[in-house]
């Protein structure tokens, strides 16, 4: 008991750290085995020194929990990583441009006929793998809707378009080509009396390709 009351007489100085080595060494060895005056140690607000097992314990849930930090950092990174690379996808999905007039022969493969009274538009081989049709007019001046500014609907002379294809598309190791010729009625040329040329237009270059022109 007398030891009792001389290690809790130390304990404040010890819970402070402002005892001698020789007390903490004598606190720590005294408490291993007191309940007592570890419980008061506790009260102090002081960690109470653990025995070797416990040490190997708390060593075990420290890496335990850096394992499981780590396969939660890997997990985060990866379902990053997935939520970039759908995010491009669905870019490229939903974003077009105009198809390269070169790289899909579009001088060789689009033309115009007159039918039945109605020009036709007609689309075979590579720029048949074309997503859509962007129309466009000209007038007297050579604007065109959609592109110039100064473009007059009261002038106008000339139906157009131009094909669009998805970003993705681009990115294909093997070009589409069409088996089959895709055909569209375009206007009937008694009715569409102002339109005096039917053209495919390169918005890249700014450029006309004449496909139909009235006689």
């Not at 100085?13 to 080595?21: G, H, N, Q, R, T």
């Not at 890496?63 to 870019?91: A, D, P, Q, Y």
Request: aromatic content about 10%; some cysteine; overall charge negative.
């Amino acid at each position: 008991m007398k030891e009792c009351d001389m290690i809790k007489d130390l304990l404040p100085l010890y819970a402070d750290d402002v005892c001698s080595d020789e007390s903490r060494r004598a606190v720590e060895a005294h408490i291993k085995d007191c309940p007592d005056c570890k419980a008061e140690l506790e009260k102090l607000g002081k960690n109470v020194v653990v025995s070797p097992q416990k040490d190997a314990d708390v060593l075990k849930r420290i890496k335990k929990r850096l394992r499981i930090e780590k396969i939660t950092v890997g997990i985060i990174s990866c379902l990053s990583i997935v939520c970039v690379v759908l995010g491009i996808v669905m870019f490229l999905l939903n974003t077009d441009q105009s198809m390269d007039v070169n790289k899909y022969d579009i001088k060789e493969n689009v033309y115009a006929v007159e039918r039945d009274n109605a020009v036709w538009l007609c689309i075979k081989g590579k720029a048949g793998s074309f997503d859509y049709m962007f129309p466009t007019v000209s007038d007297t001046s050579g604007n065109h809707m959609g592109y110039d500014s100064g473009f007059k609907k009261d002038n106008k002379n000339g139906y157009g378009f131009t094909l669009k294809e998805r970003k993705i598309v681009s990115l294909a190791f093997t070009e589409m080509m069409s088996s089959k010729t895709f055909e569209v009625r375009l206007f009937d040329v008694d009715e569409q009396k102002e339109y005096d040329k039917v053209f495919y237009y390169d918005d890249v270059n700014n450029k006309e390709y004449i496909l139909w022109e009235r006689d």
